[in-house]
């Protein structure tokens, strides 16, 4: 009897098991897709505004030292590059809708893709940090030379600050932008599964 029992809680858990509605799924990875996509948008326009920000200052402000224009050439070096991989990022997903055709191409794509941010989040932000930080110290010496110590200080201080703050919103970010690429990745796999069953 305790055998008929456990065959019939099994039964149970399966039949009251939901079928996984395809067009509430796709809707759901159409819609973080998107907001995604909008996402990179909005930090390629505001990158490519910080490079015309820099670009004009470098052409218009004259500079006492040969550090400050070093500085600024780094800045929007870095500025370029990350500027570059948004656009890339951008174009590749937005251009990508096998999803509807083939969700396991668009599933290992998205997974190869979620390595290439975490990546760029991690390791690559670290050596764009540090570029953008020996960029502000080369600037730091014509402020150095042209303000009073105070001064000085102060915009040490504020950068130190600012770094700290990124270093903070990074965190949150990277886990977001992990967050939501697995939230889509795993909407599709439970398709995928549901439609292999």
């Known amino acids: 009897m305790k055998d008929f029992d456990a065959l019939k809680d099994i039964w149970t858990v399966q039949s009251a098991k939901p079928k996984l509605d395809y067009d509430s799924i796709l809707k759901q990875v159409?819609?973080?897709?998107?907001?995604?996509?909008?996402?990179?948008?909005?930090?390629?326009?505001?990158?490519?505004?910080?490079?015309?920000?820099?670009?004009?200052?470098?052409?218009?402000?004259?500079?006492?030292?040969?550090?400050?224009?070093?500085?600024?050439?780094?800045?929007?070096?870095?500025?370029?590059?990350?500027?570059?991989?948004?656009?890339?990022?951008?174009?590749?997903?937005?251009?990508?809708?096998?999803y509807l055709e083939q969700p396991d191409r668009f599933i290992t794509y998205l997974k190869e893709y979620r390595k290439k941010r975490y990546i760029l989040n991690t390791r690559t932000f670290t050596a764009y940090s540090i570029f953008i930080g020996i960029a502000i110290g080369l600037y730091f010496i014509e402020v150095f030379v042209a303000a009073p110590l105070w001064q000085t200080i102060a915009a040490i201080s504020f950068t130190i600050a600012w770094f700290v703050l990124c270093m903070v919103l990074m965190q949150s970010y990277k886990k977001k932008e992990q967050d939501k690429l697995s939230e889509i990745i795993n909407n599709l796999e439970k398709l995928e599964k549901q439609f292999g069953e």
Do not use: P
Not at 37 to 54: D, F, N, P, Y
Not at 65 to 71: E, F, G, I, M, P
């Open 30 to 98: 159409k819609k973080n897709k998107a907001s995604y996509t909008a996402k990179l948008l909005t930090e390629t326009l505001v990158m490519l505004a910080i490079v015309l920000l820099l670009a004009s200052v470098w052409i218009f402000k004259s500079f006492v030292l040969w550090t400050s224009h070093l500085s600024l050439f780094i800045l929007i070096s870095c500025c370029l590059y990350y500027l570059i991989v948004q656009i890339r990022d951008y174009k590749s997903l937005i251009n990508n809708n096998t």
